[in-house]
Nanobody, 123 residues
Framework: QVQLVESGGGLVQAGGSLRLSCAASGDSFSGYPMAWFRQASGRAREFVAA????????YYADSVKGRFTISRGSAKNTVYLQMVSLKSEDTAVYYC????????????????WGQGIQVTVSS
C-alpha cells in the first residue's frame, strides 16, 4: 500500500507563487510515476501535471504550461509542484496521485491518492 500526503497549500494573491509537496511512503513504493490533479468547486477533477518514474519526462495541462513545474526529489519519494503567476482560476483542491503502471494524464489510471490540499488564489 502507498500513502501520499500533500503539503504547502494555502491562500495567495493573484500573480503569486506556491510550492506543493507530496510525500509518498509504503512498503511497495519505489519511485512510481506521479501526478497532480485539481478539482475546483462544482467542477470535475482535471489533470495538472505528471512526471515519469525517473523524472526525465513531464507532462502538463495547457492551462498551466509555462507557469507550473513538476519535479521529483532526489530520493524519488517526494514530488513537487512549483506554481508561479497564479490566477484566480487556479483555485482548487489539489490532489497528488501515484500509479504502479505508466505515466498518465488520466485520473482513473492512478491507484493511489492523497487527501487533497486547498489552494486559493485571491484576485
Amino acid at each position: 500500500q502507498v500513502q501520499l500526503v500533500e503539503s504547502g497549500g494555502g491562500l495567495v494573491q493573484a500573480g503569486g507563487s506556491l510550492r506543493l509537496s507530496c510525500a509518498a511512503s509504503g512498503d511497495s513504493f519505489s519511485g512510481y510515476p506521479m501526478a497532480w490533479f485539481r478539482q475546483a468547486s462544482g467542477r470535475a477533477r482535471e489533470f495538472v501535471a505528471a512526471i515519469s518514474r525517473s523524472g526525465s519526462r513531464t507532462y502538463y495541462a495547457d492551462s498551466v504550461k509555462g507557469r507550473f513545474t513538476i519535479s521529483r526529489g532526489s530520493a524519488k519519494n517526494t514530488v513537487y509542484l512549483q506554481m508561479v503567476s497564479l490566477k484566480s482560476e487556479d483555485t482548487a483542491v489539489y490532489y497528488c496521485a501515484a500509479t504502479g503502471e505508466f505515466t498518465s494524464t488520466t485520473a482513473n489510471e492512478y491507484e493511489y491518492w492523497g487527501q487533497g490540499i486547498q489552494v486559493t488564489v485571491s484576485s
